[in-house]
């Protein structure tokens, strides 16, 4: 069982950065490869990023490729999300999730979720 607990929203003007943090509970933390998606009012929720159990491979989606970078720190039980050059578009509510099993952009392949935060940028 994993808990994940995401931090770091909030609002932020166009054109600034963020980063996000997702601290995991257990032991096994790196053990699972992380993920990133988000969900904007009145759309089904997307990918945005994915690192595998090393953290030596990542992927992204193509609306954040180039101004983000997904890390991980397995030692703190801590995956991280920089996003750079925010757009309005960026506005969404980022979710942690972690797959036992896979690295995948699927969201359906990950087991476990946290309740989110909100990221709202300003035009």
């Known amino acids: 069982q994993v808990a994940l607990v995401e931090s770091g929203g909030g609002l932020v003007q166009a054109g600034g950065s963020l980063r996000l943090s997702c601290a995991a509970s257990?032991?096994?933390?790196?053990?699972?490869?992380m993920g990133w998606f988000r969900q904007a009012p009145g759309k089904e929720r997307e990918f945005v990023a994915a690192?595998?159990?090393?953290?030596?491979?990542?992927v992204y989606a193509d609306s954040v490729k180039g101004r983000s970078t997904i890390s991980r720190d397995n030692a703190k039980n801590t995956v991280y999300l920089q996003i750079n050059s925010l757009k309005p578009e960026d506005t969404a509510v980022y979710y942690c999730?972690?797959?036992?099993?896979?690295?995948?952009?699927?969201?359906?392949?990950?087991?476990?979720w946290g309740q989110g935060t909100q990221v709202t940028v300003s035009s």
């Open positions: 999730s972690a797959s036992s099993q896979w690295f995948t952009t699927a969201q359906a392949l990950y087991d476990y």
């Open positions: 257990g032991r096994t933390f790196s053990s699972y490869a």
């Open positions: 690192i595998k159990w090393s953290g030596r491979s990542t």
